[in-house]
């Protein structure tokens, strides 16, 4: 009797509990809009839940955001907040299920080569789907932005509108000045367990340093930060949305589906959406329509409206509004899930040990343990692999000897300016000295030049490195769920994955940074709701590949140090179908492997791309607006000319906080 009252009183609450999770953000969205609006934001993902926030603060000016996906369900929303639930979202409601084209040179270990691409679809996008690891991505990729036309985007330009959005938790952090400690987005340090001190320990024993790669690092190894609290993920709708939602200013409204944006005389006027099963509607904009639908969906919506290339839009007999080459330097991280190392040490877990009773109990009561730690990571690394010290670890000493130097020959520089004006003034003096002191200077500026090249410190990462404290295919359960979302062969899970089952280890995954092979998007129909036709053209430039292999060589040496040898680290060694016979561990088998195992890191950008208003590549100009029109801005990963060196959430948010302030400084 006591046991079925206390099911009965435990089955209540957790229903209770439910139905107030399920209505209570519910009272806070609109069914119907007003005629007009002074800003219109297409999209609530990364992008859209930071504009809304910042263009509503003044509550003199009106802003409607407008999303895609529905209000989130109980189970969803449960699924988003608990972090190793991650995986469970893609595929199902939330996700677009985009898919790209089968892949000629990668993709081979898939699915008719066909790689699937996640995005978040409802509030906080792709936010709300991802693994929630806070990484900036490199100063050099801003300084090169800066280089490529984008002023006002350098490292230095950029840096205080991460501080902006951040609120690090790090305790060794929280004095640093690379770190924000009063924004929305809490920045957290949620791996637990001995698996990121050894990897790190490895790597130090390699050569690499142990630094913040978000600050004064410029490459080498640190635990992984996330964007979560307390175990918690926190979406950018948790933290820059919800908060304001009561704003009276700010509309938002879900299950809309922008189908065009509308112009009278090249300026933008308002935008036409589908919502549900209604007639299309339309709603005017009184200031600027900002398109932030991602990567994809940015594309795709500009090239409906008539912004696109020309021939394109004229072969499906849409107007040209502006010939511009949109959804054209489409850019994606890819990796390959190598090398991996078993072990017999209880320093690293298995699965079961993972959602053992204990660490539920460590979780629900502290917000800590291995279930609060986003799909196991551990360590993250980022490397060059041309300089690398896993090749050539003399190779950090030359890099600050090289730096020395290249101070060294400024100062020498400065003096011997100086010493060539004295020079001069006594020259008539002392023909001989300055004579001299001419060729003195002389081969002061050469070697001057010499060092002017940049040293090679200031090379951007070309590798990154994600590391798990699980062997893949450790948990046999998650199996269906991982070829879903992966769509790999079964015959390739079951070779490389098949025996890890129940067993220790640590897996690589090692990413290309700074893909030479480029991709497009292109419109399939004029149906808005049909997806467009995706092709990153994955692997098709050598050069690709070749980093890859590096990348995977320099990680295949944490076998040998010391920090691996103690917990008995051994290499995986298993042929994948399709590379039999290709001597295992020679260049051509990786090149095999990589080809047969290319993963996307779910990190497609560029294809708005920002850039000088005379480059001719670019859809955009510095101030993210869309070239040729008035009134329409893009913000979102889809304006990044070149990908960053690392995951690209914490540089959207950047991207949208920064437009937020050019949007409002606007005279337009
Ligand atoms: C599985 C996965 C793991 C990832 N892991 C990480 C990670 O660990 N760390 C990290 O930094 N990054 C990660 N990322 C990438 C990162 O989350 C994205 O780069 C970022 O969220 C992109 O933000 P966005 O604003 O450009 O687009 P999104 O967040 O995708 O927002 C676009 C929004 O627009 C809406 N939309 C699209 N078209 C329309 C339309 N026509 N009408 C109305 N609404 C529309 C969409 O529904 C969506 O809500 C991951 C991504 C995935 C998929």
Known sequence: MATTRAFLVVTGLVLGFAWWWGTSRKSSFRETLYRNYDYIIVGAGTAGCVLANRLSADPNVSVLLLEAGEETSFLNRWAIQFPVAAITLQRGSFDWKYETVPQKHACVGSNNNVSFWARGKGLGGTSSINYMMYSRGSRHDYNQWEELGCSGWSYANVLPYFLRSESVQIKELLKSQYHGHEGPVTVSDDTYGEA????????????????????????????????????????????????????????????????KVLFEDKRAVGIEYIHKDKPRNTVSVKKEVIVSAGTIG?????????????????????????????????????????????????????????????????????????????????ATGLINTKLSTMHNPSNIEHDIETKQAYEENKQANVENKQSDVENKQSGSEN?????????????????????KQ???????????????SVLFGGEPLIKNNYLEISNMKSEVYNSLYGANAGKRGLQILTILLH????????????????????????????EDIETLIDGIENAMKLEKTSAFEEIGAKLVQRTIPGCEGILYGSRAYWECYVRQQTLTVYHPVGTCKMG????????????????????????????????????????????AEKASDMILSSTS
């Open 431 to 451: 023909k001989q000295t300055n004579a001299e002191s001419k060729q003195h200077s002389k081969d002061i500026k050469q070697s001057n030049t010499e060092n």
């Open 454 to 468: 940049p040293y090679l410190g200031n090379k951007q990462p070309d590798v990154q490195y994600f590391a798990a």
């Open 515 to 542: 893909p030479k092979s480029h991709g497009r998007i292109r419109l399939k129909s004029i149906d808005p709701l049909e997806h467009p036709i995706i092709d990153p053209q994955y692997l098709s430039h050598q």
């Open 196 to 259: 990121p001190n050894i990897i790190i320990e490895a790597a130090k024993q390699l050569g690499y340093k142990e630094g913040d790669l978000n600050g004064e690092t410029d490459y080498g190894f640190m635990r992984v930060q996330s964007q979560s609290n307390k175990g918690l993920r926190q979406t950018m709708a948790d933290a820059y949305l919800t908060p304001v939602l009561d704003r009276p200013n700010l509309h938002v409204m879900l299950g809309v589906h922008v189908s």
């Open 298 to 378: 940015s594309p795709h919506l500009l090239m409906l409206s008539g912004i696109g290339p020309k021939s394109h839009l004229q072969d499906l007999q849409i107007p040209v509004v502006a010939d511009l080459p949109v959804g054209d330097n489409l850019q994606d991280h890819v990796m390959t899930d190598a090398p991996s190392f078993e072990t017999e040490s209880p320093l690293v877990p298995t699965t079961s040990e993972i959602i053992s009773f204990s660490m539920l109990l460590q979780y629900f009561y502290h917000g800590l343990g291995y279930l609060a730690s986003p799909v196991m990571l551990a």
């Open 612 to 655: 000088h208003r005379d480059d001719p590549t670019a859809v955009l100009d510095p101030q993210l607006r869309v070239k040729g029109v008035i009134g329409l801005r893009v913000a979102d990963a889809s304006i990044m000319p070149k990908i960053i060196s690392g995951n690209t959430n914490a540089a959207v948010t950047m991207i």
